[in-house]
């Protein structure tokens, strides 16, 4: 599994972890109101334990959406960081303009 996920990865990132990614707070608010927080059940606030990540990440040309976010464990979390850092350190920065959509 984590082979596939890093192949993939490889082949999709056309940014590096380097380059500096405009998150978006309401894209935020919006994933959370739709799938409210696994530990706690709200909308709004903390999740102990949980993090909103990007399935496909920002760097590699993902969408900063509630359709490519989902909930991950923190443990999880590290482990997929570390898999996308190592995959994407090698690729050239592409500018981040916050103004245009993704």
Known sequence: ?????AISLLLLCPLSFSARIHRSSSARH???HLYPCPSTGKK?????GWVIDHRVPLSCGGADAPSNMNWQSVADAKSKDRWERLLCRHV???????????
């Open 1 to 5: 599994m984590r082979c596939a996920l």
């Open 44 to 48: 709004t606030g903390a999740c102990p």
């Open 92 to 102: 050239e920065p592409e500018p981040n303009d916050p103004s245009e959509p993704r």
């Open 30 to 32: 919006r994933f959370m």
